[in-house]
């Protein structure tokens, strides 16, 4: 049985920037595409099972790098998706062997015939995610600061230094350096300068 039946859809196959592959119902890969072959099974080869089995792959990969992400990910896929009858989309996470984490959505679409319900094939698209999760986390930290400042903030009538979230405290400076990305120079106001140093009023008189 021939899924992909023309020269132009070969090619939009092999030519796409996500890795393709195609799974039978027993986990094996029947086909990939170039970006597939450069990119995860090369990964996946270099510490992983050769194993041609996808889900084996996913699981040797994650007891080699101690990563839970892809043994969950092919337990999901082991027990909920076969027979394929619908789109299934998850967000797995990958460490590499320089240690570099990186994110992929992987979309598994069952490739049906004719008027079937279910398939004995399917496409499993692989798309790196990596700058969005990052672009995600530095969100996260910006909003987890920006909800630090938020309310009332138990400050000492005398000394002026702030409490936090652990009872310990803080003078200003500190404070806001630990939880936003201020840095602080230090100067003299005119009010503290008259009381301080009040021979020297008289130049801030000069001034204004």
Same mark, same amino acid.
């Given at each position: 049985?021939?899924?992909i039946t023309?020269d132009?859809?070969?090619?939009?196959?092999?030519s796409?920037?996500?890795?393709?592959?195609?799974?039978?119902h027993?986990w094996m890969?029947?086909s990939?595409?170039r970006a597939?072959q450069d990119g995860?099974h090369?990964?996946f080869?270099?510490?992983?099972?050769?194993?041609?089995?996808?889900?084996?792959?996913?699981?040797?990969w994650a007891?080699?790098?101690k990563?839970?992400?892809?043994?969950?990910?092919?337990?999901y896929l082991?027990?909920?998706?076969v027979?394929?009858?619908?789109?299934?989309t998850? =967000?797995?996470?990958? +460490?590499?062997?320089h240690?570099e $984490? #990186?994110?992929?959505?992987? %979309?598994l /679409?069952?490739?049906?015939?004719?008027?079937?319900?279910?398939?004995?094939?399917?496409?499993v698209a692989?798309?790196?995610?990596?700058?969005?999760?990052?672009?995600?986390?530095?969100?996260?930290?910006?909003?987890?600061?920006?909800?630090t400042?938020?309310g009332?903030?138990?400050?000492?009538?005398v000394?002026?230094h702030?409490?936090?979230?652990? =009872?310990?405290?803080n +003078?200003?400076e500190?404070y806001? $350096? #630990?939880?936003t990305?201020a %840095?602080? /120079?230090?100067?003299?106001?005119?009010k503290?300068i008259r009381?301080?140093?009040?021979?020297y009023?008289?130049?801030l008189?000069?001034?204004?």
């Amino acid at each position: 049985m021939r899924y992909i039946t023309s020269d132009l859809e070969s090619l939009s196959f092999q030519s796409t920037s996500h890795q393709l592959i195609i799974v039978d119902h027993h986990w094996m890969i029947r086909s990939c595409n170039r970006a597939w072959q450069d990119g995860l099974h090369k990964l996946f080869l270099h510490t992983a099972s050769r194993d041609n089995h996808y889900l084996h792959l996913m699981e040797a990969w994650a007891a080699q790098q101690k990563n839970l992400y892809p043994a969950k990910f092919a337990q999901y896929l082991r027990h909920h998706v076969v027979p394929f009858n619908k789109t299934h989309t998850y =967000d797995i996470s990958i +460490t590499t062997p320089h240690n570099e $984490e #990186k994110w992929f959505r992987v %979309e598994l /679409t069952p490739l049906q015939e004719g008027l079937a319900l279910e398939s004995h094939l399917a496409l499993v698209a692989h798309t790196d995610i990596t700058e969005q999760k990052k672009t995600e986390l530095q969100l996260r930290q910006a909003l987890t600061e920006a909800r630090t400042l938020y309310g009332l903030l138990p400050i000492c009538a005398v000394c002026k230094h702030i409490k936090d979230d652990s =009872d310990e405290w803080n +003078t200003v400076e500190h404070y806001l $350096e #630990k939880h936003t990305s201020a %840095e602080f /120079t230090h100067d003299i106001c005119p009010k503290c300068i008259r009381r301080l140093y009040p021979k020297y009023s008289n130049i801030l008189d000069k001034r204004n």
